[in-house]
């Protein structure tokens, strides 16, 4: 069986609403969709690598060739999961963990997306502290670590919420205006009392 050869297949997240996994082609494809029909306002870039800003049928595409090309390149030692989210059978959005070196760094960054029609219910907080449950309780990590710009209050008030502390900020470029990004950290110990306790199977 395929789960043989690459396990990955086989890994569930799972909290009170949700569930976390990679997708099969057609969820892959419904993913791809959600992503199309927008994100976020179009007055407001959240990612660094913009790459929202572009017809709805690129942007299909390109969560479609993201999600095959992080697969295509895992390695123990560099390693990007992304793992779409299902509320009620249904895709939400996705929710992503990599690291690079995590023997000797013991430390994960995280990054997601939900769809606009998901967004203000709690959802992001929830995959998030499934991921990081993940990372410290069965990746054996001591930080995770967070960004977003000033203008995602949303992404910023989840990292809060989980416990994640300042860890300075950083200066881009995006879409030819200036961005301030701030950086935020988690510890295992600072997230003793994080919301949720996912299960994982």
Do not use: C
Not at 22 to 31: H, I, M
Not at 52 to 65: C, G, H
């Amino acid at each position: 069986m395929l789960v043989d050869h690459f396990p990955l297949l086989g890994l569930r997240l799972t909290t009170p609403r949700l569930e976390l996994r990679l997708p099969s082609p057609e969820e892959l494809g419904a993913l791809a969709d959600l992503a199309a029909r927008g994100l976020h306002d179009s007055d407001v870039m959240p990612f660094v690598v913009p790459w929202t800003d572009q017809p709805a049928a690129k942007v299909a595409l390109s969560v479609v060739q993201h999600h095959w090309r992080q697969l295509s390149s895992w390695a123990v030692h560099d390693w990007s999961l992304n793992l779409t989210v299902f509320k009620a059978g249904a895709v939400v959005g996705q929710q992503s963990i990599r690291a690079r070196d995590l023997v000797i760094t013991r430390e994960v960054q995280t990054g997601s997306w939900l769809g606009q029609r998901f967004q203000g219910q709690g959802v992001g907080t929830e995959m998030r502290a499934a991921v990081l449950h993940l990372a410290f309780a069965g990746l054996d990590a001591l930080e995770a670590v967070s960004a977003a710009f000033e203008h995602n209050v949303a992404s910023r008030a989840v990292s809060r919420k989980l416990g994640y502390q300042p860890d300075g900020v950083q200066r881009h470029a995006v879409g030819g205006r200036l961005s301030i990004e701030h950086r935020l950290r988690l510890t295992r110990a600072g997230m003793g009392a994080a919301p949720h306790r996912p299960g994982r199977h």
